[in-house]
């Protein structure tokens, strides 16, 4: 007696295709099969704890004096907008410490008042906050 193989009968029929439903596409049907994420968010929190920070360094009597006296020159010359390059220290919003940061710019304001230098572009850096600044020559 002779075994005949279990779907024997069905093998040569034509897929079936639904009148009720629409055949679902490609992309829709990979998606299926994406790995899932059992813990959304921790790529981004091992990330933000691997980012490192700076503490902000000391400034000499010297060093800043000098910083001083450059925006001092500053000051008298803002209605004309020097060109500057300020290097500065920006604290980190997440974490303690910072990084340190270069711009260059032109100065909208050097604001005694406030302590803060303020450039066309909308940077405001805080006096307390510069490690250096070059004011460029007009060529």
Not at 76 to 99: C, I, L, M, N, Q
């Amino acid at each position: 007696m002779e075994r005949s193989h279990r779907y024997d009968d069905i093998i040569d029929l034509p897929h079936h295709v639904s009148d009720k439903h629409p055949q679902m596409p490609l992309a829709e049907r990979a998606a299926q099969f994406s790995p899932f994420a059992a813990l959304t968010g921790y790529e981004d929190a091992i990330g933000e704890t691997a980012r490192q920070t700076e503490t902000k360094r000391e400034l000499s009597d010297e060093e800043r004096q000098h910083i001083s006296s450059v925006l001092h020159e500053l000051k008298s010359r803002e209605k004309s907008s020097p060109a500057v390059t300020v290097t500065f220290y920006r604290p980190d919003a997440r974490k303690p410490g910072g990084a340190y940061d270069t711009v260059t710019g032109r100065i909208k304001k050097v604001n005694v008042g406030t302590g803060r230098l303020e450039l066309r572009d909308g940077t405001k850096i805080y006096f307390d906050d510069v490690f250096s600044i070059w004011s460029l020559q007009e060529t």
